[in-house]
């Protein structure tokens, strides 16, 4: 029975490497960006080693971008990048009874609780194998995001006025691709639409930084009331 | 605030979160309502980046190379592109055209 399960090893290792990879890819443009808004690189590093949360080290460079690097702008976007890592934490809650940890060992896992490491856990039928694609997920995920966010870093700092080579139109592209896959759904799309025209239409009005936390109020108008729900409700 | 001090608070902020999942009870989970939202958040907040990156400069609302640039993007998206591919793209088409209009 040896090559079973040899076969199933080799099957969750080479999952968890392809997302690595394909994750620390988009570190790149992450890197870039965090540069171009106005972060050094050992700050951007800092943030991709630290926080280790796509969406909300987006957010954040994103605030910066449009805030600047002082006062209320570095204060909007913590908060931005505060409120987008609330689905780890519903990660956490679902990998706490798979992991099991203890004590002092809560504090690895919990850093490594990410869309992907727990994308690769829950795809898994055998609590074995779950537990492998979760440290193994992690882990790739961990050091090609950090490996691809430095050479990222290296380059957008070498090109000088990220305007000129459009990383401003970039950074709007990559959180397009972010929340593209739940377009598909008409109250996530319903969400997304009047996030976009809030935080635009209210940059006139509010401090820097400030639009952004404003618009996501439209996520619990549509959570509390459940307008436009889908057929079938199902909460991961 | 200071940048330093703000990477340093927002890195703890999001690390919260993770560690709250691995010392709540995981009755938390079973609340809808919270959960829906929790959801939907994502997504609001990621679309009103969307809008202030790609339609709005300082603080004006501002029509440029980024409309064409993310209407790139999306037909990339739409054709499944990679990522990184699709994001170079809307680089690259938003840099040609400043560079076409001067």
């Keep these: 029975m040896a090559k079973p399960k040899n076969q199933r090893e080799f099957s969750v290792l080479s999952i968890s490497l392809g997302v690595g990879f394909a994750t620390g890819l988009y570190g790149i443009s992450f890197g870039a960006l965090s540069v171009s808004a106005g972060l050094d690189i050992v700050q951007t590093q800092v943030l991709s080693l630290l926080m280790f949360s796509g969406g909300s080290q987006f957010a954040f460079i994103g605030v910066i971008a449009a805030a600047g690097v002082g006062g209320i702008g570095v204060g909007a976007a913590v908060v931005s ?55 193994l997920t992690g882990a790739a995920v961990f050091v090609f995001w950090n490996l691809m966010t430095f050479i990222g870093a290296v380059l ?49 009005y509010l401090p820097a930084g400030v639009p952004v936390l404003v618009a996501g109020l439209s996520s619990v108008i549509f959570g509390l009331f459940n307008w436009l729900k889908p057929k079938e409700q199902v909460i991961k | 605030m200071s940048l330093w001090f703000g990477i340093v608070a927002a890195s703890l902020a999001v690390y919260s979160w993770k560690i709250f999942g691995y010392l709540l009870p995981s009755s938390v989970l079973n609340n809808p309502v919270l959960a829906r939202i929790a959801n939907l958040l994502t997504v609001a907040l990621l679309a009103a980046l969307l809008g202030v990156q790609g339609f709005t400069s300082g603080t004006q609302i501002e029509l440029d190379a980024r409309g064409p640039a993310l209407l790139v993007a999306a037909l990339l998206l739409f054709l499944r592109a990679p990522f990184i591919v699709m994001v170079a793209s809307a680089a690259l088409v938003a840099a040609l055209i400043r560079l076409w209009l001067g």
Excluded at chain 1, 182 to 199: D, K
């Design chain 1, 81 to 135: 990048a505060w409120l987008l890592g609330i689905r780890n934490g519903f990660y956490a809650l679902r990998m706490a009874p798979l992991l099991k940890p203890l004590g002092l060992g809560k504090l690895i896992p919990a850093l490594l609780t990410i869309d992907e490491s727990t994308a690769v856990a829950t795809a898994q039928k055998e609590i074995a194998d779950q537990k492998k694609g979760f440290w």
């Design chain 1, 156 to 204: 957008g700092d070498a090109l000088g006025d990220p305007k000129n080579f459009g990383l401003d139109a970039a950074a709007a592209a990559a959180f397009l691709g972010l929340i593209w896959p739940r377009l598909m759904e008409r109250q996530t799309f319903a969400v997304a639409a009047l996030a976009i025209l809030i935080a635009t239409f209210t940059t006139p």
